[in-house]
């Protein structure tokens, strides 16, 4: 049972997940919502934020107080719409004037992994064209011109530029401080119960309850054998998120049931020579600007791709 805090009730957020995509926030999210300190959005993406992305106003803020409707006195409410932190200085100081002091979370994961799982996922949810192949989402990528980074119906197609972290960061650890902190998903993968161990020390609540928790991986991407019966069950999710929000339980008996069927499985990643060194070559001075801009901060163990 979800415990009332003595802190000063609230109707709006101050625990954010702002990214990155792909890079475990779903899980991550999951698991802190089944902490009794931590109440959760119904909808996980709520995305209020983004529009100071693509220069446009924020919507009422009623709206977006009443995803917490239900939270009442818990200590911290919670949401996660990883594509925050690539709005940059306009929407972290979006959040700060809204939110005054939250705290952020940025889980970060190595970025050629992290393309080609956008590209899958994407592709099976039918938001990326079917039909082509990594080496042409790649190319469609590259040749993104600037001005059309404001053209939210091009998502999809930022993702290139959206694994040069060490671009986003500065304006999120300038604005939030000591509230912000840095992950990295390769830790979530090697030792999920200490790394949300680590979070629940930082946000000062007991850690003890992972001890013995049931870690499930959530958005893992997969292949499906039947395109046509996955775009019917991913409309049936989208249309009732905040109802199987409440029922997790439910919610992956039914998906691991869908899975065992539909699954394609020893699906292999279909990155070509060619664009790995292309990949390896484009991040490597930015890989190389984050290490310095996280060793500044006092970050110490970093993941080998930001040390490479």
Excluded at 66 to 80: L, N, P, T, V
Excluded at 201 to 226: A, H, M, S
Aim: charged share 25%.
């Amino acid at each position: 049972m979800k415990r009332a805090s003595s802190m000063s009730d609230n109707s709006l957020p101050n625990l954010i997940i702002a990214g990155v995509t792909k890079g475990g926030s779903t899980s991550v999210f999951s698991y802190l919502a089944d902490h009794p300190d931590i109440c959760a959005s119904a909808q996980k993406e709520i995305c209020y934020f983004m529009n100071l992305r693509f220069d446009r106003p924020l919507a009422d803020i009623a709206e977006y107080k009443q995803h917490f409707s239900h939270c009442g006195g818990i200590r911290y409410r919670m949401e996660a719409s990883p594509g925050y932190i690539y709005g940059g200085r306009k929407l972290a100081q979006g959040v700060k004037d809204a939110l005054g002091d939250p705290k952020i979370i940025i889980v970060l994961r190595e970025p050629i992994k992290r393309i080609y799982s956008f590209f899958t996922s994407h592709q099976n949810k039918f938001i990326i064209e079917q039909g082509i192949d990594f080496h042409e989402y790649l190319r469609r990528c590259k040749a993104l011109p600037p001005e059309k980074y404001k053209k939210p119906d091009l998502y999809p197609y930022f993702q290139l530029l959206n694994g040069c972290y060490s671009e986003y960061l500065p304006a999120w650890i300038d604005i939030f401080g000591k509230n912000l902190q840095i992950l990295f998903f390769e830790d979530l993968v090697r030792d999920n119960r200490a790394f949300m161990r680590s979070i629940c020390v930082w946000l000062g609540v007991d850690p003890c309850f992972y001890e013995n928790y049931d870690f499930v991986i959530e958005n893992k991407t997969r292949g499906v054998k039947w395109k046509s019966i996955h775009r019917m069950v991913m409309n049936i999710n989208d249309r009732f998120e905040k109802i199987l929000r409440k029922n997790m339980k439910i919610k992956r008996f039914f998906r691991n049931l869908y899975y065992a069927v539909n699954e394609a499985k020893g699906q292999s990643s279909r990155i070509s020579m060619e664009d790995m060194e292309y990949l390896k070559s484009y991040y490597a001075p930015f890989n190389d600007k984050l290490a310095r801009l996280l060793r500044k901060e006092g970050y110490k163990e970093l993941p080998d791709w930001v040390n490479a």
